[in-house]
């Protein structure tokens, strides 16, 4: 869409790019300036941008096509914070000449899987030649019924704050691949490695909260960061029980051993997981969403009146340090 | 909107970002996890997404001011070239760590006055330290009518072509900034790098083609490649009267020179000027915008039927050779 174009890039838009966008209108075939969508009646439009930088957010090695599934699986955890149904995408893919056709293949396959998964097309892109690092730039839209997207800034004092799955997977992923941090592999490092490099955004979830949550987001950044930036926009206190925040199983010995602390734990990013706030009258319904949409969700603390804070009680009603933690912008 | 920030990125966005997107409720403030976008009735939504490399797409020492006009001009170039309004856009900012703030604050001021002049307001995006390149992507939204959008695809044989401005200031603008075409600054050689650096895109002429054009595409990427993919998509014919193709005052005294020929300004890019098709009919019609619209329009040539193919006559008919343009995909 606009610049002086590698000489290839016709070509690898033909080859690769196209066959994603091929059922959709929207995208006019790639063969146009811009994309076209239609909003359906009575509903919003959704929009989110994530950008990804080889060895800042992902690794140089990690797997074109986990590569792929993730720089999308972000996008869509955005969505599903809002509660947006996910529609279409465009990708920004700023490509060093060192790339091989045989990576640009798998990376566009792992696009296909996460595309099929989610019921997602690819509508129009930009894709150019860097002489940097692998860029990926992904702006995912969705759609949701007017005035129904949840936002960070609703959560009142007495509500319950709930998550989704388990935190510090993604964080002990990339550090297990950065230093072999388990030894060997086994089920663990591989369920971890899968947290950080396949991320599954919580979409149905999020779709299901948007009636009565009052306040959501992802758990991109740490739970402790999402979690103040919920307090802050909200104007709110938080009390969280550090016992009761779900972690993944063996976990446990890694922190008898002191390979890994709770502060690692709770401000490692790269989990999306969902955050919300709620009633406690809807704690019933919240409890079956568990089954009906297969994740485990967790009551993890309460919310309390301002001004913006965050208290973490550990065994025994002890109150936890988190200083270090970088949520010092109250 | 996701990974580990940079721990000044909060304040990046609330000093310098959030105040691009003050008054805009789509933005949510910039503080949620997503923007929400909501569509006029009978309207679409037209996407298009550019990404700015430095020292691919631009230089390094290029103002910043100018290139925050540039970044937005080039996506703005694509939405006039379907005809829509601008409304919204998103940024996606990968800044290397020697960039200081007072770089950042220019770049705001850029994107501001260009914001102002053309009515669009931030929504959205992502700021990210990068290893590499300063690396722009920015995502803009304009809205249209139901079924208006103007495509690549619609030209018809017997239909002229026209364009608008002229040609080659944007290529002659690069080439002075890298080798000092011209000799000491002067009036020409400003027209040419006020082209390059700020690009003026042709929104309102966009907006009244839209009505009775039958193809249109930005000349991004040079004439001869922009006028190909009508070609193509079209599949017709173009014959193109080389005289007849506006170029800047002051250029023939170059060509005369030897320092720059008709090829180098026929397929040089980044002059975002709008090339589009037109029924014969409308001729005096398209002939009046010109002064509402303060914008010079030629009439360049002729669609023929298909195959896709161009042929380009120079003076006394004679068939000039532009093989070595790189529109081999034929």
């Known amino acids: 869409m606009g610049f002086p ?39 919003e439009l959704v929009v989110t941008k994530d950008v990804l930088v080889e060895e800042i ?31 279409y995408y465009t990708l920004g893919f700023a490509i060093p000449n060192h790339i091989k056709p045989d990576w640009i293949e798998l990376f566009v396959k792992g696009l296909n899987e996460i595309q099929n998964k989610f019921e997602i097309l690819l509508i129009g892109g930009d894709t150019i030649v860097t002489n940097g690092p692998i860029t990926i730039s992904v702006t995912a839209f969705g759609q949701i019924p007017e005035s129904m997207a949840m936002k960070r800034s609703g959560a009142s004092a007495g509500e319950t704050i709930y998550m989704s799955g388990c935190i510090g997977g993604g964080y002990l992923g990339l550090r297990h691949l ?46 402790v960061a999402d979690l103040a930036n919920i307090c802050r926009t909200s104007s709110v206190s938080a009390t969280i029980y550090a016992d009761d925040v779900p972690l993944p199983n063996g976990v446990k010995q890694l922190i008898q051993n002191g390979c890994v602390n709770l502060n690692d734990l709770f ?38 009146s301002g001004p913006a804070n965050l208290t973490f009680f550990g065994k025994g009603g002890k109150i936890l340090d988190f200083d270090s933690m970088g949520y010092s912008h109250f």
Chains 1, 2 share one sequence.
């Open 5 to 43: 174009k590698p000489s290839n890039e016709i070509d690898l838009i033909e080859k690769y790019f196209a066959p994603l966008a091929s059922s959709s209108d929207s995208s006019l075939g790639l063969l146009d300036d811009a994309a076209l969508i239609k909003v359906p009646k009575k509903h």
């Open 57 to 87: 957010h992902f690794l140089a090695n990690d797997p074109p096509k986990s590569l792929a599934w993730k720089a999308l699986a972000v996008n869509l955890s955005d969505l599903a914070s809002m509660g947006a149904k996910p529609a």
């Open 178 to 223: 950065q230093e072999n941090l388990f030894g060997l592999n086994n089920k663990f490092s591989d369920f971890c490695v899968e947290r950080y490099q396949r991320p599954f955004p919580r979409v149905a979830l999020g779709m299901a909260l948007r009636d009565f949550a009052t306040s959501a987001t992802d758990i991109s950044d740490g739970l």
């Open 267 to 304: 401000s490692g990013g790269d989990d999306y997981e969902l955050l919300f706030t709620a009633p406690a009258s809807y704690d019933s319904r919240i409890k079956s969403l568990e089954s009906k949409l297969d994740v485990k969700i967790s009551s993890i603390g309460k919310i309390g």
